[in-house]
């Protein structure tokens, strides 16, 4: 994401806190050198609130909230909440109603599941 800031702006912020830069670009590098993650992680947080599953299929729902969750800093109950929220209402309330809520995602391969005998 580009800042895009008004170079009359920066010259009399520059002016009124007394802080010597040689340019607007010195001042803009050293911003994004100070708040760049935080930048990144807030927008990743803002996209995940704002993805939902909508009219696709779930699979593609997970994908793209897999892909928007990485560098959101969002892990566990939070990550998990984030994602109810963007599935459709109709599945929200049937995992809701289930009588055996799903307790662990995760692949048929693992140790922690054992098949039935």
Same mark, same amino acid.
């Given at each position: 994401?580009?800042?895009?800031?008004?170079?009359?702006?920066?010259?009399?912020?520059?002016?009124?806190?007394?802080?010597?830069?040689?340019?607007?670009?010195?001042?803009?590098?050293?911003?994004?050198?100070?708040? !760049?993650?935080?930048?990144?992680?807030?927008?990743?947080?803002?996209?995940?609130?704002?993805? !939902?599953?909508? !009219?696709?299929?779930?699979?593609?729902?997970?994908?793209?909230?897999?892909?928007?969750?990485? !560098?959101?800093?969002?892990?566990?109950?939070?990550?998990?909440?984030?994602?109810?929220?963007?599935?459709?209402?109709?599945?929200?309330?049937?995992?809701?109603?289930?009588?055996?809520?799903?307790?662990?995602?995760?692949?048929?391969?693992?140790?922690?599941?054992?098949?039935?005998?």
């Amino acid at each position: 994401m580009d800042i895009v800031i008004c170079p009359r702006w920066i010259s009399r912020y520059l002016e009124a806190v007394e802080v010597e830069y040689e340019s607007a670009g010195e001042f803009l590098a050293e911003i994004k050198r100070e708040f !760049g993650k935080g930048d990144k992680e807030s927008t990743k947080v803002a996209e995940l609130k704002r993805i !939902g599953q909508e !009219g696709r299929i779930i699979e593609e729902f997970v994908q793209d909230f897999k892909r928007v969750a990485r !560098g959101s800093g969002y892990k566990g109950r939070l990550l998990i909440e984030e994602f109810k929220q963007g599935i459709n209402r109709a599945i929200r309330r049937k995992l809701m109603e289930a009588e055996n809520q799903p307790g662990v995602i995760c692949k048929p391969t693992c140790p922690e599941i054992t098949s039935p005998q």
